[in-house]
């Protein structure tokens, strides 16, 4: 691994704006010249790289951005879309077809859970959802007409964390697809570098890191990134979740800063997750020794943006989750708010909000109790600062 970095991968890309400018210019363009007629026909048959014909196909503003995305995964290609959820939802429609199946992690975003269990069966598109941590359940629920397998690399909300190498090894062996949504940790996890096929983002979380927008990514070969765009039978294409230029270009601007941002974050949750820990309080955090998986993430992060910005801590009920919450935006360490990887501290608590399309069973199963706060740390400049305020409230709690 030494020999990749996401971080340097994208600072040695060379864009330069059609006056010189030192950001790309903003395509303001729904629709393309041709100069010659024949090659509008031959577009329509094929990509034409450099060409364009229609914003929602592509527009250069989603190139230069994909071509970063494609950097820091280490993919041949990437696109761009108007969500995460339009990035996992066309992934997926790209690859399944009425009768496949998908074999999934159970600790995955609310969202993609529902998305999987009620609306994939219209398309006779059925899901198992298994431990993905746990490779003979993975194995026991694939089927001949297996076509994915799908996880997060730190699972929301219980920050499991799954051999990416060994999933790929039973997708190969199974010949199926192996799919990652890395939302929590770009830059930390470079799943493709370990084996996926395809690597999906929800931009709205650390990619952006400004809260200010809503956007997804999809990461993987030619042939895939290309058959999603494709006019004919492509889910992108077809589907329509095309991003706004404008937006596509902030998008790239933050996207410069997403290195320093990540090791803030990491540093920012460690330091959190240690005092907190040490205090006797229940804390799930990678980083931590005692977490399961540990010892694995160390085996596949790239080791200078730690353990990634999100922890967990148990209240033991939802009522003490929701006192936390309110003492702790009060006192301003942060915002009870869904999402995540904001410069601002947010938290929720998942049993409740978002990950509440899950059935209570399964929520049990997978040990997401209704006491979960999930906090996604900040930016903030002095953490032991903010560690002194978390314990004011924590120990303000009756
Ligand atoms: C937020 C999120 C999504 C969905 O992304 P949107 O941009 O909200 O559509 C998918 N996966 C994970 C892990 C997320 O946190």
Redesign the pocket.
Known sequence: MQDFNPADNIQDLQYFGEFGGVNPSITDSSTYTFLQAGKMEEIFEHEIEGCYLYSRHWNPSNRYLAQALAKMEGTEMASVTA????A?SCAILQLCSAGDEIVSSRTI?G??YAFFKNFLPKFNIRTNFVDTTNLDQVRAAITPNTKVIYC?TIS?PMLAISDIRALSQVAKENNCKLVV?N??SPMIFSPARLGADVVVH?M??FINGMSDC???AICGTKEFIDSLSDVNAGASMLLGPVLDSFRSASILKNLRTLHIRMKQHSLNAMALAKKLDADGYTIIYPGLEKHREHELMKTMMNPEYGFGGLFVIDMGTHEKANQLMEAMQHANIGYLAV??GSYKTLFSAPGGSTSSEIPEEERIQMGLTDGLVRVSIGLDNNIDRTYEMMSQCLKGMN
């Open positions: 969500s995460g959820m339009g996992i975003y969202g993609t997060e929301n949504d939302t929590f929800s709205t979380k809503v956007a997804g999402s995540l």
